[in-house]
């Protein structure tokens, strides 16, 4: 599996926009478009749960490249709160209900665009990583907290 | 009014250098691909709760890898 690059992220955009799919990155996949410089290995997407949304999904990710059973294709329709996909060109999270964010329409009102790509605000990113409370987020959430400041001076100078 | 914390010189150098830099490169620079052991051995897992998933990371995964919960 390579690396996540920015000619599929324009692939997988491109794909859920003609659908229509409601999505967001999330995660640190989310805070890198914003302008976060770090590391990581796959990209997360926080997904509308709604029946339709998920169904245009799965015909996104398909178009893609990502190899689905029917089964599979039928669990992520379901809209479970956590799937990981490593069957496709990239390494790929679904998440539809992520920790410390109540509800998709919320986060979708705080959104972000980025060069297209809709993302989290800051402040989402870090209610995700503050609830899940693993090892991970506790070492990374200093720095992104300071990158948030970063962020909103900089929103509020254009 | 609640003054925010002076952000670190380093980390400020790196927000304003990653902020002149075009998407794709930050792209490049940002998404690394390394073997994760447990974590990438399936190509597809689903979780009914994300608690359900939190827990099967406790289990299973390597603390290492920072997974586990605090």
Known sequence: ?158 | MISEPEIPRDWLDDFEAAARRPLPLRFRYAFIHTYKPVLDDASFRSFEKMQDYRRWCDENLPDWLGYGRV
């Open chain 1, 1 to 158: 599996m390579a690396a996540f690059e920015y000619r599929q992220a324009e692939e997988i955009r491109d794909a859920l926009d003609a659908r229509g799919v409601r999505y967001l990155f999330i995660g640190k996949s989310g805070a890198i478009l914003l302008g976060f410089p770090d590391t990581t290995q796959d990209a997360d997407l926080f997904v509308d749960r709604e029946d339709a949304n998920c169904r245009k999904l799965v015909a996104a990710l398909r178009e893609v490249g990502f190899e689905l059973t029917d089964d599979q294709a039928a669990e992520i329709e379901r809209g479970k709160d956590f799937v990981q996909l490593r069957n496709g060109p990239f390494d790929l999270d679904l998440v539809f209900a992520p920790d410390g964010i109540e509800r998709f329409s919320d986060a979708w009102q705080r959104r972000v665009e980025v060069e297209g790509f809709p993302v989290c605000h800051p402040d989402d990113i870090i209610a995700s990583k503050a609830a899940a409370n693993r090892v991970k987020d506790r070492e990374s959430l200093p720095r992104l907290r300071s990158f948030r400041q970063y962020w909103m001076k900089k929103q509020k100078e254009r």
